[in-house]
């Protein structure tokens, strides 16, 4: 395992480190997603090997990767999931980098992946650190790879609850869960604006686990001739 320094991490890491110290806490987190799952087929129809599990938790989504045979880094600030994914990648003897990083400054050379994965991870922080995170996102990506992401909606039933501390950043003080810390709601010209210099393929929000719990699913390309212009959709290829 590797490290870098965390930088101005805005603290969700922290809740997330004591829950998944637990048995009973990483218990929750073993079943990859199915619209990750599925993808699994676009990554190999287009030749697409090399993996970034951004924000990986206890690595549900790169054991998955690294058991298809794709070439994964998994990165998380959690020293107790990357503890686990280790331990776990051990077990089923599979190869996974793992990284102790934050997602505001990535430890990794440009354009090193084909696909960045990152799952309710991103919106943690202000409008300025979701940019900048989205950057690093946009600066790892080689030319024609592939960005899957959730992001909060608006929609979101805790939208407006707490105090908000920056446009749509809102942090709820005697939240019980990682809601003490900054998170970052959006509507769709938030996801166009924000994703600046990707094309986006796809994006919906609906509910997670519970009602009204609302998120974007996103899936954006970086364009073949890299430029820096406002995301915009365009059709799925």
């Known amino acids: 395992m590797t490290e870098a320094s965390a930088g101005a991490y805005q603290g969700a890491h922290l809740y997330w480190d004591g829950q998944w110290r637990a048995e009973n806490g990483r218990a929750g987190w073993s079943a990859a997603e199915p619209w990750v799952v599925v993808t699994i087929d676009r990554l190999k129809a287009r030749?697409?090997?090399?993996?970034?599990?951004?924000?990986?938790?206890?690595?549900?989504?790169?054991?998955?990767?690294?058991?298809?045979?794709?070439a994964c880094t998994a990165v998380d600030l959690s020293d107790a999931g990357l503890d686990a994914l280790v331990a776990e990648a051990g077990r089923r003897g599979l190869s996974i980098q793992a990284v102790r990083a934050d997602a505001f400054a990535l430890p990794i050379p440009d354009e090193a992946f084909d696909y960045v994965?990152?799952?309710?991870?991103?919106?943690?922080g202000d409008a300025e650190r979701v940019r900048a995170s989205i950057r690093e996102v946009r600066r790892v990506l080689r030319p024609g790879g592939l960005y899957q992401a959730t992001m909060l909606s608006k929609r979101n039933a805790e939208?407006?609850?707490?105090?908000?501390?920056?446009?749509?950043?809102?942090?709820?003080?005697?939240?019980?869960?990682?809601?003490?810390?900054?998170?970052?709601?959006?509507?769709?010209?938030?996801?166009?604006?924000?994703?600046r210099g990707l094309d986006l393929l796809a994006a919906w929000d609906e509910p997670h686990a519970k009602p009204g719990s609302f998120h974007w699913h996103l899936l954006l390309e970086k364009p073949l001739d890299d430029r820096e212009a406002p995301c915009s959709p365009r059709s799925n290829s």
Request: proline content about 4%; overall charge negative; hydrophobic content about 40%.
């Open 47 to 70: 030749s697409m090997m090399d993996v970034l599990d951004l924000g990986c938790g206890v690595g549900r989504h790169a054991l998955m990767f690294a058991g298809a045979g794709l």
């Open 117 to 124: 994965l990152a799952w309710n991870v991103i919106y943690h």
């Open 159 to 195: 939208y407006g609850l707490g105090v908000e501390v920056s446009p749509g950043t809102f942090v709820q003080p005697n939240g019980g869960d990682d809601k003490r810390y900054p998170h970052h709601y959006c509507d769709i010209h938030d996801v166009l604006d924000l994703h």
